[in-house]
């Protein structure tokens, strides 16, 4: 039985597996020394912490629910609806990030979908959530973790990252609105009455989700946050503490490991150096769907100093495979959660309806650069 236990677990947390297996394998090539500190972006960690326990309590008392209602009552189809939810995701990760944005609103979606019986369109919605979160954070210097690590390694002007990722941006909301137009305009509304926690708590963790937006945009340090929301919530509701995804946290720092191992392999360092002199836009973007978007980043940004064509390319290089971006990873396991059994199904047309994405991105993003759109440098 306690065999079974473990394999279970495995299976279900199979990217979690995939990633230590990885910093394991990369730790007996780079044995664990005094570097190993420099890897974690504990900033980046923190906040996803922070983020994690307050929507848990927010979901404890049927905040996202309240408000799914409210979403339903001021759209009254259901392509209308979804448009509200891909929109809100898409805005929501340029203020709080690509995967915050998608653990506060991938609930909402599920509960908007399940409340009014639209449950046979929550592969499709997730799917545009997830690619409304990857994309829309690419406009803003804190939207992808990514971003914030080339703003901040480049020391990039404000205005001349908004200047790069403009244009980009605008197609990719282009096209993901006219993804959800092909909804039909079926009326919806939901049943039943649903009581709501006391104005007071509702309150109370909503400040405490400001406080976790703050520290995302170093108004406060980072630290602060955990110090203010872990004593609130040991008080308030500490079960919301307890599911908590920690394996999502171990996701993420197991890929820091080993995103920090293979930037000290030198075959590796050699590999990279040669490839990006072809092309550093579309061997990142490529790169991502083998690693994912952030390690893709902090690898090839000790290769090159053409910061405008490696912004692009791990921004729409998010889009494409299910490793392209943790975010992705985010949205697959609460999808899973809902639907254990559509695993493939769900698979088969994310995969499809990302790599259209990046087909159709990383040409007009070739196209930029091509005539002089995104200056090169280096």
Known sequence: MKMKNIASFFRENAVLTVAALAALITAFIVPPDGEYAGYFDFRTLSCLFC????VSALGRINFFYMLAKRIVAMFATLRSAVVALVWITFIGSMVIANDMAL?????????????TGQQRHMAYVFVLQNIAANLGGMLTPFGNPQNLYIYTKFSVDTGEFMRIM??????????????CLVLPKEPIRTDGETT????????????????????????IPFWVAPLVIVPSLLVLDRRALLRVDYGLLFTFVFFFIFSGNMSRIPAVRDLISGVLEKNVLVVSALLCQFISNVPSAILLSGFTDNYPELLLGV?????????????????????????????????LLFSAVNFSFLIVLL???????????????G
């Open 166 to 179: 403009v244009f980009p941006f605008l197609l990719s909301i282009t096209l993901i609105t006219a993804c």
């Open 363 to 377: 040409a007009f993003c070739s196209l930029l650069v091509f005539l002089g759109g995104v200056p090169a440098t």
């Open 103 to 115: 653990i506060t609103f991938l609930p909402l979606g599920y509960i908007v979908l399940s409340a």
């Open 315 to 347: 921004n729409i290089g998010g889009v494409g495979s299910i490793i392209a971006s943790l975010a992705s990873l985010i949205t697959f396991r609460e999808y899973c959660r809902h639907d254990p059994a559509g695993k493939r199904r769900y698979l």
């Open 51 to 54: 983020t994690l326990a307050v």
């Open 196 to 219: 709501g926690a006391p104005a007071w708590r509702q309150t109370v963790y909503i400040a405490l989700f400001c406080v976790s937006i703050v520290a995302v945009f170093r108004i």
